[in-house]
């Protein structure tokens, strides 16, 4: 937190619209290039971002193989955060604006990290899911811890370890030295999630949510900078919300000193990319080549 009191810290390095916390986006070709947008703050990272996306100064090309028909157009990383009267604002839209969805008529499975997993940690995240689920309806099933660590390079699609699907949200404390992502220094959480093309609007389909192990927060979600209130801003990432310049909203960039809960933005945008939005089924992990440049 850099030595700021917790009223202001930053909650996932996403000071004036640089985005920590959108990473990989999945392409029908490979992007001629693809230039990292500043890691923190400055002016506005063009509004959106093409193609591939940068992970913490590295880059995860994705591309789809061959004709899979599904996969048509493009996904856009939203630079900047949304203005106060939107309420809410997507992660990644496509060329026809629509925000990128998990599909919500399947339970989107997760795994943790446990290695530096805080006492209060598994409560703290089952209520976060628990709220994510009351204000979206999307589904989350545990599936055990993990030795996987986070890092930028994670590959979505890790048949080895998790079979032929898309790889499982991972979720951990992590100290920063023990990851490349980017977190510390002021970045209390970070979230990344992949998302791919589709007819019918693009589609998330893996993420990780990673929480500063070396700065302990106070646990729960009352007043003051909480494990929860990271949690509940990060995993909205996870689910396709993006910031949002009000303070009352989750969504905020930066952490406040009240309890943390959903506000009417948040809760009008977790319904926006959830059940009520209708199925939304995902292209298959299948078929995919990884490529590029790490
Ligand atoms: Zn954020």
Do not use: K
Not at 192 to 197: G, M, T, Y
Not at 247 to 269: C, I, L
């Amino acid at each position: 937190m850099s030595g700021e009191s917790g009223s202001d810290a930053d909650r996932c390095g996403s000071q004036g619209g640089a985005d920590y916390w959108s990473p990989v986006v999945l392409t029908p070709r490979p992007p001629p290039h693809v230039t990292p947008p500043p890691r923190r703050a400055g002016p506005a990272v063009a509004a959106v971002v093409t193609a591939a996306l940068v992970v913490a100064g590295s880059v995860l090309t994705v591309v789809v193989q061959r004709a899979q028909a599904a996969a048509t157009g493009q996904v856009f990383a939203v630079g900047e955060p949304a203005e106060a009267a939107a309420g809410w604002g997507p992660t990644y839209v496509d060329e026809q604006g629509r925000p990128a969805r998990w599909d919500p008529c399947t339970s989107i499975s997760y795994v943790v990290q446990p290695g530096w997993i805080p006492d209060a940690g598994r409560a703290d995240l089952a209520e976060a899911l628990s709220r994510l689920t009351a204000a979206s309806g999307l589904q989350f099933v545990f599936e055990g811890d993990t030795d996987e660590m986070p890092s930028a390079g994670r590959e979505p699609y890790q048949p080895a370890r998790y079979g032929e699907r898309w790889a499982p949200l991972l979720i951990g404390w992590i100290p920063p030295e023990a990851t490349d992502l980017g977190i510390g220094s002021g970045a209390q959480g970070l979230s990344l999630s992949v998302a791919v093309p589709g007819r019918d609007g693009p589609s998330l389909v893996s993420g990780q949510v990673v929480l500063d192990a070396s700065n302990r927060l106070g646990s729960g979600f009352g007043a003051g900078t909480t494990d929860g209130e990271v949690l509940l801003h990060e995993l909205a990432h996870a689910v396709g919300l993006g910031h949002v310049l009000d303070p009352t909203q989750v969504m905020y960039p930066q952490t406040t000193n009240s309890e943390s809960q959903f506000g009417a933005g948040d809760r009008a945008g977790l319904a926006a990319v959830g059940a009520p939005a209708g199925c939304h089924p995902v292209p298959r992990a299948r078929g995919l080549r990884l490529a590029a440049g790490r």
